[in-house]
């Protein structure tokens, strides 16, 4: 079993940075891919970005160039620069391996104008 733990949502102006953490205890040494999701009100959760064990890195469209995704071994982090209203949501950290998918609890985001 894997437990996450978010940190670091809030409350930003548009154009503002935050930066998110996730920290992963239990059966870590399984874990290889961690990426962070996102649900904005009223929509499904997507994927923002994700961090294979080797480094490698996928991120949505609607954040390349503003987010980075990060780890250092089992926290991964979410820098997010130039934020937009419309990137408020929901964020979810996630981790998985072979045979199980574990979330996080979920960090509000929400960017005013």
């Known amino acids: 079993q894997v437990r996450l733990v978010e940190s670091g949502g809030g409350l930003v102006q548009a154009g503002g940075s935050l930066r998110l953490s996730c920290a992963a205890s239990?059966?870590?040494?399984?874990?290889?891919?961690m990426a962070w999701y996102r649900r904005p009100p009223g929509k499904q959760r997507d994927l923002v970005a994700r961090?294979?064990?080797?480094?490698t890195t996928n991120y949505a469209d609607s954040v390349k160039g503003r987010f980075a995704i990060s780890r250092d071994k089992y926290t991964v982090y979410l820098q997010m620069n130039s934020l937009k209203p419309e990137d408020t949501a929901v964020y979810y950290c996630?981790?998985?391996?072979?045979?199980?998918?574990?979330w996080g609890q979920g960090s509000q985001v929400t960017v005013s104008s």
């Open positions: 961090i294979t064990t080797a480094g």
């Open positions: 239990g059966s870590v040494f399984s874990l290889n891919t």
């Open positions: 996630y981790a998985g391996n072979s045979y199980s998918d574990y």
